[in-house]
């Protein structure tokens, strides 16, 4: 079981940029694929990005393509999400997942139920 942990998240005006982290407790950190998901109010949970393993990898939702980036620094055991130009239905808790199984279809690392370590999340707004 890896332990995640939240942080960087916050109220921000429309517009504005907020960066999150996630750091793991595993010494094998490399090996596994990270996602970003979020729950907004009365909605289910959603994805947003994910980053593989060794490869690198990045997958996105259409919603934040071009403005969410994931990153991660193995050495460090963290993964990233940078999120410009925010908006207000951005807002949601933001839940940070790591899986160690490896898959070749991009859908996979999309689906909540493949990964089976999740943080207890972290709050972002985005006011109008």
């Known amino acids: 079981q890896v332990q995640l942990v939240e942080s960087g998240g916050g109220l921000v005006q429309d517009g504005g940029s907020l960066r999150l982290s996630c750091a793991a407790s595993?010494?094998?950190?490399?090996?596994?694929?990270m996602g970003w998901f979020r729950q907004a109010p009365g909605r289910e949970r959603e994805f947003v990005a994910a980053?593989?393993?060794?490869?690198?990898?990045?997958y996105y939702a259409d919603s934040v393509k071009g403005r969410f980036t994931i990153s991660r620094d193995n050495a460090k055991n963290t993964v990233f999400l940078q999120m410009n130009t925010l908006k207000p239905e951005d807002t949601a808790v933001y839940y940070c997942?790591?899986?160690?199984?490896?898959?070749?279809?991009?859908?996979?690392?999309?689906?909540?139920?493949?990964?089976?370590?999740w943080g207890q999340g972290t709050q972002v707004t985005v006011s109008s």
């Open positions: 997942a790591a899986t160690e199984t490896a898959n070749s279809g991009s859908y996979y690392y999309r689906r909540d139920d493949s990964y089976n370590n």
């Open positions: 595993t010494r094998t950190f490399s090996s596994y694929a």
């Open positions: 980053i593989r393993g060794n490869t690198g990898t990045t």
